[in-house]
T-cell receptor, first 114, second 112 residues
């Protein structure tokens, strides 16, 4: 079985501050990991993905995430928050090697203050 | 290239009414999915179709049926709507390696 835990349903930062959104996973086999972003009244769009290549993954809009197997984590970071980053962020995990059904976390709402 | 499209965008139903949510993708993807999104619950899988001609239940299939009409289209039907089905419904298709997903804009359904 696979599961995802996103710590913190809401994260609040000031514009220009570091963004850190936490994601921990459990998987019985090597995982593929994803971060999706959802802007208000829109569908989810892929931000970045880890599929067993480089452990530091760069995505769109200046976001990156690091796969840490020892910590079973895949935290999302951005050095400097922008007002346009305010959105809901979802971490997802799926099994490598056959299962195409992802398990999503419950989401973290990023609030950016001016 | 429109990606994943969904119709309608909004719908209000009365308890007991039926409706079909339509989804189409133009990316030639084999797999398609239906999710519902409720506050604090994240995304929950209703049904999925790994390829044309196959459908399987997800986490919350009760009260729903699906049809994979062809490779492009995957519809979700509510036969007798209930207030508990008030939600935002998302259709998605699976990317070339199937692991990443591409989402439609959603249908906001209210059942009164």
């Amino acid at each position: 079985a696979q599961s995802v835990t996103q710590l913190g349903s809401h994260v609040s930062v000031s514009e220009g501050a570091l963004v850190l959104l936490r994601c921990n996973y459990s998987s019985s086999v090597p995982p593929y990991l994803f971060w999706y972003v959802q802007y208000p009244n829109q569908g989810l769009q892929l931000l970045l993905k880890y599929t067993s290549a480089a452990t530091l993954v760069k995505g769109i809009n200046g976001f990156e995430a690091e796969f840490k197997k020892s910590e079973t984590s895949f935290h999302l970071t951005k050095p400097s928050a922008h007002m346009s980053d305010a959105a809901e962020y979802f971490c997802a995990v799926t099994k490598s090697g056959g299962s195409y059904i992802p398990t999503f976390g419950r989401g973290t709402s990023l609030i950016v203050h001016p | 290239n429109a990606g994943v499209t969904q119709t309608p965008k909004f719908q209000v139903l009365k308890t007991g009414q039926s409706m079909t949510l339509q989804c189409a993708q133009d990316m030639n993807h084999n797999s398609m999915y239906w999710y519902r999104q409720d506050p604090g619950m994240g995304l929950r899988l209703i049904y999925y179709s790994a390829s044309e001609g196959t459908t399987d239940k997800g986490e919350v299939p009760n009260g729903y049926n699906v049809s994979r009409l062809n490779k492009r289209e995957f519809s979700l039907r509510l036969e007798s709507a209930a207030p508990s089905q008030t939600s935002v419904y998302f259709c998605a298709s699976g990317g070339p390696d199937r692991y990443e997903q591409y989402f439609g804009p959603g249908t906001r359904l209210t059942v009164t």
